[in-house]
């Protein structure tokens, strides 16, 4: 019989995406023949991170303060605001270097059958930093699949009568890929030859 501290750590690591029981295990043996001090510092950066990391007031991105550092810095063009799905694919868009500008996080996309309308993602939010004015370009980068093109039909509709320049990444990204996923490059080129809706 397994001690019920190990099944403690099993239950607890099968919680996460992407994990089965059988990798928990596999992980749970890891940590328990690895050296003390990375159990131990593995707890603390959980901590930490729970503790310490939460959303950017504006953005919506991660920050220990209450805004990130993208909306901090001024050398940043307020011009373009680049929208993304999460915090992976923001991150995938800055790995390009091409991109200037601020973003906006949705934290999720439409998503009728899961439940996921509007209200639940950034999109209040979204639509109040337009206010100022400042904002003349707004690139829709959510996922070339299904419900990331649903959401940025639905941002387009809303963003299109204000006035302002909606654009989306060209074709050439894999049709149903992620943004986390894509490579720099192709990334990168997507975004150079972005469309306008
Ligand atoms: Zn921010």
């Not at 190990?6 to 690591?13: D, F």
């Not at 059988?22 to 959980?46: C, D, I, M, N, V």
């Not at 901590?47 to 950017?56: A, H, S, T």
């Amino acid at each position: 019989m397994t001690p019920d501290p190990m099944n403690r750590l099993v239950a607890q690591l099968a919680k996460l995406p992407g994990i089965g029981e059988k990798t928990a295990q596999r992980l749970a043996f890891h940590l328990l023949r690895a050296p003390k001090g990375y159990a131990q510092e593995l707890s603390a950066a959980l901590l930490d991170v729970v503790d310490k990391v939460k959303l950017c007031q504006r953005c919506f991105s991660l920050t220990e303060g209450e805004l990130c550092g993208f909306c901090l810095d001024p050398r940043r063009d307020e011009r373009s605001l680049c929208v993304v799905e999460g915090v992976a694919d923001q991150m995938a868009v800055e790995r390009t270097r091409e991109f200037k500008g601020r973003y906006h996080v949705l934290h999720g996309v439409l998503s009728p059958l899961e439940g996921v309308g509007p209200e639940q993602l950034r999109i209040k939010e979204l639509l109040a930093r337009l206010g100022d004015g400042q904002v003349e370009e707004i690139i829709l980068a959510t996922n070339p699949d299904v419900e990331g093109e649903a959401t940025a039909l639905y941002l387009m509709r809303l963003l299109k009568p204000m006035g302002l320049r909606t654009t989306r990444l060209a074709q050439g990204l894999p049709m149903g890929g992620d943004l986390e996923f894509a490579d720099q490059a192709t990334l990168a080129r997507a975004l150079a030859a972005r469309r306008d809706l």
